[in-house]
């Protein structure tokens, strides 16, 4: 599986911001999906993450409320919305196809990243 993500920029704090990865391969609509983050001197953690068929999904406690994520397996595409935007989300956004986790070592394909600014 082969992910490409888009959808970063710079955005105001309250603001939103979608972002989009979209797999090659037809094997998409079996994998769990997980976007992940990384900050500046940081280590990478999980955001969220959403099971095959898009029933099921969890996410860190920073973003609870504030994110979505959503899955078009028509689309080979995972979908993270992003509301009410805070400076601390600043960061360099993955998605990653893998199991249905929220450890890194959990999945087995990564995105190259997109960059999501949030100015104060």
């Known amino acids: 599986v082969q992910l490409q993500a888009s959808g970063g920029g710079l955005v105001q704090a309250g603001g939103s911001l979608r972002l989009s990865c979209a797999a090659s391969?037809?094997?998409?609509?079996?994998?769990?999906m997980g976007w992940f983050r990384q900050a500046p001197g940081k280590e990478r953690e999980f955001v969220a993450a959403i099971n095959w068929s898009g029933g099921s999904t969890y996410y860190a406690d920073s973003v609870k409320g504030r994110f979505t994520i959503s899955r078009d397996n028509a689309k080979s595409t995972v979908y993270l919305q992003m509301n009410s935007l805070k400076p601390e989300d600043t960061a360099v956004y993955y998605c990653?196809?893998?199991?249905?986790?929220?450890?890194?070592?959990?999945?087995?394909?990564w995105g190259q990243g997109t960059q999501v600014t949030v100015s104060s």
């Open positions: 990653a196809a893998g199991v249905y986790g929220h450890r890194v070592n959990e999945y087995d394909y």
């Open positions: 391969g037809r094997t998409f609509s079996s994998y769990p």
